[in-house]
């Protein structure tokens, strides 16, 4: 499984992420060899192994605003058969909707995947095998996880960059709930609200931490996010080594403070690192591509102030 | 995923506008279940996957609809056998084998042992459950038993108290059925329960049956959509509307189907009726060609366009999907359908 390969490390002593922003004004841009280039730099281990891609498929997508885009997803598959990947599985279990050809269907997944019988896993109903959570942060203790996840051998997290009615936003750590099956938990995973969201998220990503993430921030979303909220346009894509990283990096490039955000502080302790120091920037500077995201009254907090501070 | 069940050549999808709907459903749809029937008895989610409750519960349903030799109805009865070896003491089924907890697949198990296995010497006896004499009066007993986590006193103080954290509004008294215990009431198992209670005869209910049907009911009711039509069960967060999806509107509908001149029944299948043309999935259609037939709304043909879903992703191996169309296209939809009949 791939989390074996990922101790539980505090973060003082976990050596420095590494973050890449990339510019992506348009999904028509050149996107696989902008992403193969990007992962070349970071020297993955993927030679011979089976790769598994965890997109963002929440729901009915056709024109393309709520899903992570399929040209991202196709991108993201190209170049890691192309760095040496024996195998590379797209797959999710999206949350709401039932009908997951449906899903993929709407965005057009299959002109950009070939046969989804053989490349895409309808992770709501694969073969499951009962895991321990390695944390206990929720009184979860262990979940009933799907075998293409388990038996991957490097997990790539693949979310589009969103705010979230619920989580404040929804990225590269929030998206691992799609891979909690709905055959055994529904049509959505309620068990994980029960369990109190940001709870479950560390103990799903302390179990399955993904070993990579590729962000969609071509186009965002911003307000009542994860569905009904309003696309926003931010043109990067956002990659890297640590999804603790890379998740803070994505917060801070939609204006948000990732100290405010509940998972992502608690997720720092054990998963990655949060601090701007520890985190190696590659490509853009957050900066230059900061594009400020509209967030619900509720997450008002969240929101960085003129000076650089939180809100209060 | 690598137990792409294709059909032999001899077996090959009917092609062409004309094809009557039961030459799909005979080539394809019952050839494809009895294969995909694993050696234990039970059907993966996906051909060659590891059996589990709710596929092995829509296969047989499905079959019952099909022509039987003597080697298909052995094929019944293990299934029935493998869906009966299933059951955990407190009378609930686990989705997968080796789960020590029950959850909302004990509706369709109900349905299916109600269906296939009839209570002819006794409370859901049958040879292929012999030894398992009271599966079904058990199974009714856990759903009756089986309460959803909201609603109870303390959180009903916490909606008085905390008003502005009511960010669903939803009347938590009316209670439905959850997906796993102690959580919440969702459109779709309460949907299932509400459906095998009907189908059920209420003379092998457990006491207090009926006033969670008329809760259910209710709820349901409560949860659609401000325009018709369900999601998943939040018709509004935010203060704003929820967008209805077709799989749940028709789990609802079908399980509403009593109350068929309400305005709510009615403005919901009017959605249905819109969205149609726009369906992407099998299994949304199969279940919105269902509900509308149910309804007596005209539906095209579902055969034809099911070939063509069929031609571009095998259903994506899905059988509960192959199924649903089954029963879609069968006899077998009487398990869903009960108006109809009755309205001749």
Redesign the interface.
């Known amino acids: 499984m791939s989390s074996a390969s990922h101790p539980l490390q505090p973060s003082f002593s976990r050596p420095s992420a590494r973050v890449a922003i990339r510019r992506a004004e348009s999904y028509d841009a050149d996107l696989s060899a902008l992403l193969f280039e990007t992962l070349r730099e970071f020297d993955l281990p993927v030679r011979g192994k089976t790769v598994f891609l965890k997109p963002n498929f929440v729901g009915l997508d056709p024109l393309g605003l709520i899903n992570t885009h399929p040209v991202v997803v196709a991108a993201a598959r190209e170049s890691f058969l192309r760095l040496g990947a024996q195998r590379v599985l797209v797959g999710d279990g999206p949350a709401l909707e039932r009908d997951t050809e449906a899903v993929v269907e709407s965005m057009g997944l299959r002109e950009y995947l070939g046969d989804l019988a053989q490349t895409f896993v309808d992770l709501n109903v694969d073969d499951v095998h009962r895991v321990r959570l390695r944390t206990r942060a929720s009184s979860l203790k262990a979940l009933d996880l799907p075998q293409a996840v388990l038996t991957a051998d490097f997990i790539v997290s693949m979310p589009k960059l969103k705010t979230h009615h619920w989580a404040g936003v929804t990225l590269s750590l929030k998206n691992m709930f799609g891979i909690v099956p709905g055959s055994c938990y529904g049509w959505p995973k309620n068990i994980l609200h029960w369990a109190g969201i940001n709870r479950a998220l560390l103990d799903i990503n302390s179990t399955v931490r993904p070993d990579f993430a590729i962000v969609d921030g071509v186009v965002g979303m911003e307000g009542n996010g994860p569905i009904q909220g309003t696309p926003k346009p931010c043109g990067v894509l956002v990659v890297g080594d640590d999804p603790v990283a890379v998740d803070a990096t994505c917060a801070r490039i939609m204006d948000l403070v990732p100290e405010r955000i509940g998972y992502l502080k608690q997720a720092a302790i054990l998963l990655g690192h949060l601090r701007e120091e520890k985190i190696q920037q590659l490509g853009e500077s957050v900066d230059t591509v900061r594009t400020p995201f509209a967030v619900l009254e509720a997450f008002r907090k969240l929101k960085r102030g003129k000076n650089g501070l939180a809100l209060d | 995923?690598d137990a792409?069940v294709k059909l032999a050549p001899g077996e090959e999808a009917p092609r062409g506008e004309n094809r009557p709907q039961s030459s799909w459903l005979e080539r394809f749809c019952f050839p494809f279940l009895f294969q995909t029937q694993n050696p234990d008895g039970g059907w993966?989610?996906?051909a060659g996957?590891?059996s589990?409750v709710?596929?092995t519960c829509w296969a047989l349903l499905a079959l019952a609809g099909a022509p039987r030799s003597g080697e298909q109805e052995a094929a019944l009865g293990r299934g029935l056998s493998w869906l009966c070896s299933q059951q955990l003491p407190d009378g609930s089924w686990p989705?997968?084998p080796?789960?020590a907890q029950g959850?909302?697949v004990t509706s369709l198990a109900c349905l299916a042992l109600h269906v296939l296995a009839p209570p002819t010497a006794g409370l859901g006896w049958s040879p292929a459950c012999a030894g398992k004499p009271d599966a079904l009066a058990r199974g009714l007993g856990w759903l009756s038993r089986s309460w959803p986590?909201e609603g109870g006193l303390w959180w009903r103080l916490r909606e008085k108290l905390l008003p502005n954290q009511n960010?669903v509004r939803q009347n938590s008294a009316l209670r439905g059925w959850?997906?796993?215990p102690?959580?919440?009431s969702?459109v779709?198992?309460t949907s299932y329960a509400l459906i095998a209670l009907r189908k059920i005869p209420a003379e092998l209910h457990p006491r207090g049956v009926a006033k969670r049907r008329r809760l259910g009911e209710a709820m349901l009711y409560d949860r659609m959509c401000p325009g018709g039509g369900w999601?998943?069960g939040n018709p509004r967060?935010?203060g704003?509307a929820g967008?209805p999806?077709?799989?749940?509107t028709a789990w609802a509908l079908l399980a509403l189907q009593d109350y068929s001149e309400q305005a709510e029944n009615q403005r919901s299948l009017d959605w249905l009726e819109r969205s149609y043309a726009?369906?992407?999935?099998?299994?949304?259609l199969v279940l919105a060609s269902l509900c509308l037939e149910t309804y007596a709304r005209s539906v095209p043909p579902l055969s034809v366009a099911l070939e063509r879903?069929y031609d571009?992703?095998?259903?994506?191996?899905?059988v509960?999907?192959v199924a649903w169309a089954a029963i879609a296209l069968s006899p077998a939809r009487a398990a869903l359908q009960w108006t109809l009949a009755a309205r001749g």
């Open positions: 995923m792409v993966g989610h996906r996957a590891c589990a709710e596929p989705a997968f080796g789960q959850c909302w986590g960010i959850s997906w796993t102690g959580t919440s969702w779709e198992p999601n998943c967060v935010y704003v967008e999806a077709v799989g749940a726009a369906i992407h999935g099998p299994g949304s879903l571009a992703n095998q259903f994506l191996q899905n509960a999907v």
